[in-house]
């Protein structure tokens, strides 16, 4: 499991996810690692970014308003979730108010609060594109159980004795803690990043050891002390540094995308790949449409079935010549793709078939992709696909093209 915060790590400066670290979250994916997006943001602000990163796909989970819940990115079930008691909120709004700050708190795709002109508040509705909603009596108008309470002021002074305050006074009942300067986080008791991925990992029956943890904040600090192997960005403060087991790049230099493709990609071996975590993730796409399992992976070699039914067969029950080629471009596209190192990108560029003999509806039959070449810009791979009875059908060439990634 890799396990990342968002802002400040997965995303650079610009609010964005790279095309680089999406490329690398996507394919520890395909290996079957699980992703993990870990951060103070609110479910609905993590989700866009958590299906641009194929986490609906391939089980990947999110840890919300800094561990209150839990959500099963694929199923939308929510693995844990635990709540603000609503007779604590009268007495935070009096506090916030008789201090001159701002508070708020977030329902669904909303943002609920005492003052919209506040710019902290505007940008924080702006990065996770939810609506704001201001009322003037915030502890009536918050119906329901939330999952955090966030303070505002630029007055950090202020904002640091109303925190060591609660610290002593609201000890068992709630833990504050500040995440940005300006932000006074209010949480329910023994509520963090680590406290809450515990309970993920053991849900799991995923042992810590096998866990890395990418963070740039203090937040972050727990979680990256949990795993295995911490990791902290090169933008991060000097006390998370001191935490971790490895510092990589800034968050605008793709430092999680180098620290995968550093610690993960290079050391994993075909052999490694779990061909049923690899069919499980192919799902949703050509593969799964066709029915195209793989069944066999090396450094060159690679081998996959594709039954002949009504999705791959002509009108009158014969293999089709284009599902053919697609078994062919599947398999020669997972060989590419181990032999790659992390820094490569691979392109299918030409593929050209001869189509020798027939398979009929009912059969299955068996794509083998021997490598040809294996040249620094480009792969050449010879597959021939068989029936069951190992008659050949097709005998295909394939050249995919090899990019170093920007």
């Given at each position: 499991?890799?396990?990342?915060?968002?802002?400040?790590?997965?995303?650079?400066?610009?609010?964005?996810?790279?095309?680089?670290?999406?490329?690398?979250?996507?394919?520890?994916?395909?290996?079957?690692?699980?992703?993990?997006?870990?951060?103070?943001?609110?479910?609905?602000?993590?989700?866009?970014?958590?299906?641009?990163?194929d986490m609906d796909k391939n089980d990947g989970y999110i840890l919300?308003?800094?561990?209150?819940?839990?959500?099963?990115?694929?199923?939308?079930?929510?693995?844990?979730?635990?709540?603000?008691?609503?007779?604590?909120?009268?007495?935070?709004?009096?506090?916030?108010?008789?201090?001159?700050?701002?508070?708020?708190?977030?329902?669904?795709?909303?943002?609920?609060?005492?003052?919209?002109?506040?710019?902290?508040?505007?940008?924080?509705?702006?990065?996770?594109?939810?609506?704001?909603?201001?009322?003037?009596?915030?502890?009536?108008?918050?119906?329901?159980?939330?999952?955090?309470?966030?303070?505002?002021?630029?007055?950090?002074?202020?904002?640091?004795?109303?925190e060591n305050q609660w610290k002593k006074h609201l000890a068992g009942?709630?833990?504050?803690?500040?995440?940005?300067?300006?932000?006074?986080?209010?949480?329910?008791?023994?509520?963090?990043?680590?406290?809450?991925?515990?309970?993920?990992?053991?849900?799991?029956?995923?042992?810590?050891?096998?866990?890395?943890?990418?963070?740039?904040?203090?937040?972050?600090?727990?979680?990256?002390?949990?795993?295995?192997?911490?990791?902290?960005?090169?933008?991060?403060?000097?006390?998370?540094?001191?935490?971790?087991?490895?510092?990589?790049?800034?968050?605008?230099?793709?430092?999680?995308?180098?620290?995968?493709?550093?610690?993960?990609?290079?050391?994993?071996?075909?052999?490694?790949?779990?061909?049923?975590?690899?069919?499980?993730?192919?799902?949703?796409?050509?593969?799964?449409?066709?029915?195209i399992q793989f069944t066999y992976a090396s450094e060159d070699r690679?081998?996959?079935?594709?039954?002949?039914?009504?999705?791959?067969?002509?009108?009158?029950?014969?293999?089709?010549?284009?599902?053919?080629?697609?078994?062919?471009?599947?398999?020669?596209?997972?060989?590419?793709?181990?032999?790659?190192?992390?820094?490569?990108?691979?392109?299918?560029?030409?593929?050209?078939?001869?189509?020798?003999?027939?398979?009929?509806?009912?059969?299955?039959?068996?794509?083998?992709?021997?490598?040809?070449?294996?040249?620094?810009?480009?792969?050449?791979?010879?597959?021939?696909?068989?029936?069951?009875?190992?008659?050949?059908?097709?005998?295909?060439?394939?050249?995919?093209?090899?990019?170093?990634?920007?």
């Open positions: 499991m890799i396990v990342l915060d968002v802002d400040g790590t997965l995303l650079n400066d610009d609010h964005i996810i790279t095309a680089r670290m999406r490329a690398a979250v996507i394919k520890v994916q395909q290996m079957g690692i699980r992703i993990v997006l870990a951060s103070g943001r609110p479910t609905y602000g993590l989700l866009p970014l958590a299906k641009e990163l919300a308003y800094n561990g209150g819940q839990i959500m099963n990115v694929q199923t939308g079930d929510i693995v844990f979730e635990k709540h603000i008691n609503p007779k604590m909120l009268p007495y935070l709004e009096r506090k916030a108010i008789k201090n001159n700050f701002s508070i708020f708190t977030y329902c669904d795709d909303t943002i609920i609060a005492n003052d919209l002109s506040d710019e902290h508040i505007l940008q924080e509705a702006g990065l996770n594109a939810m609506r704001l909603k201001e009322v003037d009596n915030f502890a009536e108008a918050v119906t329901f159980s939330p999952y955090k309470c966030m303070i505002v002021s630029d007055d950090e002074k202020a904002l640091e004795r109303l009942e709630l833990d504050v803690f500040r995440s940005e300067t300006y932000f006074l986080e209010v949480v329910p008791p023994s509520i963090n990043k680590a406290n809450t991925l515990s309970i993920l990992l053991e849900k799991l029956s995923v042992a810590a050891e096998s866990v890395i943890a990418i963070g740039d904040g203090v937040c972050d600090v727990t979680m990256i002390q949990l795993a295995g192997y911490g990791i902290a960005m090169g933008n991060a403060q000097e006390s998370v540094k001191a935490c971790a087991d490895y510092v990589t790049l800034t968050n605008d230099r793709d430092g999680v995308a180098a620290a995968i493709e550093k610690m993960v990609l290079a050391e994993i071996h075909p052999t490694d790949i779990p061909l049923d975590k690899l069919n499980e993730s192919g799902k949703r796409a050509l593969m799964g449409n066709l029915g690679i081998e996959a079935t594709m039954p002949v039914d009504e999705r791959t067969r002509q009108p009158f029950g014969i293999l089709h010549g284009g599902a053919t080629l697609a078994l062919a471009e599947t398999v020669a596209g997972l060989g590419s793709m181990i032999l790659c190192k992390p820094e490569e990108l691979v392109y299918g560029m030409q593929i050209s078939g001869n189509h020798v003999s027939t398979a009929h509806e009912g059969d299955t039959v068996r794509a083998v992709a021997t490598i040809l070449h294996k040249g620094r810009s480009s792969h050449i791979w010879n597959v021939d696909i068989y029936t069951s009875t190992d008659k050949l059908v097709s005998s295909i060439r394939v050249v995919n093209s090899v990019l170093k990634k920007r």
